[in-house]
Protein backbone atom coordinates (compact mmCIF):
# COMPACT_ATOMS: atom_id res chain seq x y z
CA UNK A 1 0.00 0.00 0.00
CA UNK A 2 2.52 2.70 0.55
CA UNK A 3 5.71 3.20 -0.91
CA UNK A 4 8.08 5.44 0.68
CA UNK A 5 10.12 7.31 -1.21
CA UNK A 6 12.15 10.38 -0.60
CA UNK A 7 10.39 12.99 1.85
CA UNK A 8 9.92 15.50 -0.88
CA UNK A 9 8.88 12.86 -3.16
CA UNK A 10 6.77 10.84 -0.94
CA UNK A 11 3.49 9.54 -3.30
CA UNK A 12 1.30 6.72 -2.15
CA UNK A 13 -2.02 4.88 -4.14
CA UNK A 14 -4.57 2.51 -3.49
CA UNK A 15 -7.97 2.01 -4.43
CA UNK A 16 -11.13 1.16 -2.05
CA UNK A 17 -10.60 -2.70 -1.07
CA UNK A 18 -12.90 -4.06 1.63
CA UNK A 19 -10.23 -6.88 1.85
CA UNK A 20 -8.19 -3.92 3.38
CA UNK A 21 -10.64 -2.91 6.48
CA UNK A 22 -9.23 -2.91 9.51
CA UNK A 23 -11.40 -2.38 12.93
CA UNK A 24 -11.35 1.60 13.89
CA UNK A 25 -12.64 3.30 16.81
CA UNK A 26 -16.40 2.80 15.10
CA UNK A 27 -16.87 0.64 12.17
CA UNK A 28 -13.95 0.01 9.98
CA UNK A 29 -11.29 1.62 7.55
CA UNK A 30 -8.79 1.25 4.80
CA UNK A 31 -5.83 3.62 5.41
CA UNK A 32 -4.46 5.25 2.63
CA UNK A 33 -2.15 7.82 4.49
CA UNK A 34 -1.45 6.43 7.56
CA UNK A 35 -0.75 9.03 10.61
CA UNK A 36 3.02 9.98 9.76
CA UNK A 37 3.85 8.26 6.87
CA UNK A 38 5.62 10.57 4.56
CA UNK A 39 6.85 12.00 7.63
CA UNK A 40 3.39 14.27 7.87
CA UNK A 41 1.78 13.07 11.30
CA UNK A 42 -0.83 15.43 11.01
CA UNK A 43 -2.02 14.06 7.52
CA UNK A 44 -4.26 11.31 7.03
CA UNK A 45 -6.61 9.72 4.67
CA UNK A 46 -8.36 7.04 4.01
CA UNK A 47 -11.86 4.98 3.29
CA UNK A 48 -14.07 4.80 6.26
CA UNK A 49 -17.57 2.46 6.21
CA UNK A 50 -19.91 2.32 8.86
CA UNK A 51 -23.14 0.45 9.59
CA UNK A 52 -26.03 1.56 11.59
CA UNK A 53 -25.95 -1.82 13.28
CA UNK A 54 -22.48 -0.26 14.52
CA UNK A 55 -23.88 3.35 15.41
CA UNK A 56 -27.22 2.34 16.11
CA UNK A 57 -27.44 5.68 17.65
CA UNK A 58 -26.55 9.72 17.29
CA UNK A 59 -23.22 10.01 18.80
CA UNK A 60 -21.05 13.19 19.42
CA UNK A 61 -17.65 13.65 18.05
CA UNK A 62 -14.91 16.55 18.74
CA UNK A 63 -13.39 16.73 15.30
CA UNK A 64 -9.50 16.41 16.44
CA UNK A 65 -7.53 17.47 13.23
CA UNK A 66 -9.29 19.53 9.86
CA UNK A 67 -11.02 16.93 8.17
CA UNK A 68 -12.44 16.67 4.72
CA UNK A 69 -14.83 14.25 3.92
CA UNK A 70 -16.55 13.05 0.37
CA UNK A 71 -19.37 10.26 0.52
CA UNK A 72 -18.85 7.55 -2.13
CA UNK A 73 -22.36 5.42 -0.77
CA UNK A 74 -24.55 5.59 1.96
CA UNK A 75 -26.28 8.51 3.82
CA UNK A 76 -24.89 10.38 7.20
CA UNK A 77 -26.93 12.79 8.41
CA UNK A 78 -24.18 15.51 10.39
CA UNK A 79 -25.34 18.13 13.11
CA UNK A 80 -22.45 20.83 14.02
CA UNK A 81 -23.45 21.63 17.16
CA UNK A 82 -25.22 25.28 17.70
CA UNK A 83 -24.73 25.03 13.98
CA UNK A 84 -25.98 23.94 10.35
CA UNK A 85 -27.00 20.73 10.08
CA UNK A 86 -26.37 18.23 6.47
CA UNK A 87 -27.79 15.37 5.02
CA UNK A 88 -24.72 13.59 3.14
CA UNK A 89 -25.45 10.87 0.61
CA UNK A 90 -23.05 9.72 -2.75
CA UNK A 91 -21.13 12.60 -4.01
CA UNK A 92 -21.41 14.80 -0.95
CA UNK A 93 -18.93 16.20 0.62
CA UNK A 94 -17.83 18.14 4.01
CA UNK A 95 -15.00 20.07 5.35
CA UNK A 96 -14.81 20.44 9.47
CA UNK A 97 -12.40 22.77 11.22
CA UNK A 98 -10.68 21.49 13.82
CA UNK A 99 -12.29 21.62 17.18
CA UNK A 100 -15.99 21.84 16.11
CA UNK A 101 -18.46 19.61 17.57
CA UNK A 102 -20.51 17.47 15.66
CA UNK A 103 -22.99 14.72 16.38
CA UNK A 104 -23.50 12.13 13.43
CA UNK A 105 -26.38 10.05 12.69
CA UNK A 106 -25.64 6.69 10.40
CA UNK A 107 -28.68 6.68 8.72
CA UNK A 108 -27.75 3.74 5.95
CA UNK A 109 -24.11 1.83 5.69
CA UNK A 110 -21.80 4.57 4.65
CA UNK A 111 -18.37 4.41 3.09
CA UNK A 112 -17.12 8.02 2.71
CA UNK A 113 -13.01 8.93 1.48
CA UNK A 114 -11.61 11.08 4.69
CA UNK A 115 -8.66 13.28 4.77
CA UNK A 116 -7.31 14.19 8.04
CA UNK A 117 -4.82 17.54 8.02
Known amino acids: ?5 PE ?5 HDALDTEKY ?8 QWVRRPGDGDRPALS ?8 EEA ?15 IIEGHLHIEVIDGDS ?3 KPGSAASF ?3 ARTRWTVVEATTEFFVYS
Do not use: C, R, Y
Not at 1 to 5: A, E, R, W
Not at 8 to 12: K, S
Not at 22 to 27: A, T
Not at 45 to 52: C, E, L, R, S
Open 22 to 29: EPFELGQV
Open 97 to 99: NKG
Open 56 to 70: PAPFELLIEADETIH
Open 86 to 88: FDL
Open 1 to 5: MSTPT
Open 8 to 12: LEFTI
Open 45 to 52: AGFWHVTP
